[in-house]
């Protein structure tokens, strides 16, 4: 190899020990057969020993079969493993999902680098300094978070597996020279030059504009990348620590960014940047508390001085109807999604109060059957045990401080339509054990709510 493969192969071997990727490990080059890829496969060839070839042809153009070819020819001619994936209708997979052409590439290869390296490997790609500059410009053209003005990161274990990008320090005309002095080949996709591409259109049109109306503009881009890397530090860091799904606004209001900070602390439950604003009005004082905003499969709740993120319910739980009696069964249970309830029947001279939130025991003469069990509704009221006066069910669960966002799965058992148990929360007065009454049975009835 020629002087020119000196800065790559330097890059190479600085990025695998940053990364303590150890001599006899496997590293895995994504190869596409352009030359970025085929530079990072020659570059890795030189400096590790243990390196395997993967290719995804996309099946988006006519021509990617040769690609593939091609792919596969270069490994077999340096003795190195190449596996290779064709996608299956991708075009119509990531219109279902409601995705770009390109983002449903991405995420159809790195899906499979995934089935290929499994977790804890180690996969690298070519992206250069070019790229880095174009996906910088891309996140700030999209309004992205502000995170996402650093652009790509050189190692990044967020799929499940070791990311590396040794070259985002280096321009692609280098790595060009480095080819052209070993007389190399690769192959040219010439999707990359069509304009319906926004981030073709940045790479032959924007920055070409941008290089020639001000000379050394990226380095302004750099700084702000920066600053954005030391604002995610610092909310990260105020993140720390706090209960899963839990945002204290006392917290919110110490950020540097209340909206980067939203983004960071709400990006694991589905909230992208097209929720960014919703999540701002639920964070105000004049926030209603109860309100909330949705993603795919979360909702975030505004309570009085927090918010709250929890699962939406995978649906409305039907009603269930059972009849426990002594002299059917002893014991029983029925299931839901949330759940089991069991029961059990205790002698009333025996049975021992249970003071757990999750249990109740019943007088069971003072029940009709079935009973039902169902999600609490608005009308519901009961007298709770020590109380004289009817009260709501909402009210009940204001009281006991539940919550808005986990209402929704509060459930209840009733009799003739009628609460007797707030599961996890009251005893309706008149069906609560009253070992001091003789109403003529000895029989409780021990009911205990097991979440999922």
């Known amino acids: 190899m020629t002087r020119e493969w000196s800065p790559l192969n330097l890059a190479v071997r600085d990025s695998l020990t940053r990364a303590q990727i150890r001599p006899e490990q496997r590293v895995w080059v994504a190869v596409s057969g352009g030359a970025d890829s085929m530079a990072l496969l020659f570059a890795l060839h030189n400096v590790h020993d243990h390196v395997g070839v993967i290719h995804v042809d996309h099946g988006l153009r006519e021509g990617s079969g040769k690609d593939r070819d091609f792919v596969e020819a270069e490994a077999n001619r340096l003795g190195l493993e190449c596996r290779t994936h064709i996608a299956q209708n991708l075009a119509e997979r990531a219109a279902q999902k409601g995705q770009g052409l390109e983002a449903g590439a991405r995420s159809e290869r790195y899906r499979w680098f995934f089935d290929v390296v499994g977790r804890g490997g180690v996969v690298l790609t070519g992206h250069h300094a070019d790229d880095q500059k174009e996906t910088q410009l891309l996140h700030w053209l999209r309004g992205s978070k502000v995170e996402g003005w650093q652009g790509m990161e050189d190692w990044s274990t967020e799929r499940g597996y070791a990311l590396g990008r040794p070259f985002l320090n280096i321009p692609k005309k280098t790595l060009l020279a480095a080819l052209k002095s070993s007389n190399s ?22 920055l070409p504009l941008l290089n020639d109306f001000r000379p050394g503009w990226s380095e302004g881009m750099q700084r702000a990348s920066a600053m954005a890397k030391e604002w995610a530090q610092h909310t990260q860091a105020l993140l720390h620590g706090l209960p899963p799904g839990t945002l204290p606004l006392q917290a919110l209001n110490q950020a540097p960014s209340r909206r980067q900070m939203l983004a960071m602390w709400a990006k694991p439950y589905g909230f992208g940047v097209a929720q960014l604003d919703a999540l701002l009005a639920l964070s105000k004082p004049e926030a209603e508390v109860g309100t909330g905003t949705e993603s795919i499969d979360h909702a975030v709740v505004r309570e009085r001085d927090v918010l709250l993120i929890r699962p939406l319910p995978l649906a409305n739980p039907s009603p269930l109807t059972f009849s426990p009696h002594p002299e059917h069964a002893a014991t029983g249970a029925i299931k839901m999604q949330t759940g089991i309830l069991k029961w059990a029947f205790q002698s009333a001279e ?7 939130d999750l249990s109740a025991q019943l007088t069971f003469d003072a ?10 509704k608005p009308g519901d009221r009961m007298v709770p045990l020590g109380m004289t006066g009817h009260q709501s069910v909402s009210d009940i669960l204001t009281q006991r401080k539940v919550p808005h966002v986990d209402r929704q799965n509060t459930l209840v058992v009733t009799s003739q339509g009628h609460p007797v148990w707030v599961v996890g929360h009251r005893i309706h007065r008149e069906n609560a054990m009253d070992k001091s009454v003789d109403i003529g049975t000895h029989w409780i009835l021990h009911l205990l709510w097991e979440p999922e």
């Open 185 to 206: 080949n690769w192959r040219e996709d010439p999707s990359n030059a069509d304009p319906v591409h926004l981030r073709n259109r940045v790479r032959h049109e924007l």
């Open 350 to 356: 025996d049975a021992e109060i249970d003071t757990r």
């Open 367 to 376: 029940l009709t059957l079935p009973l039902t069990l169902r999600p609490w």
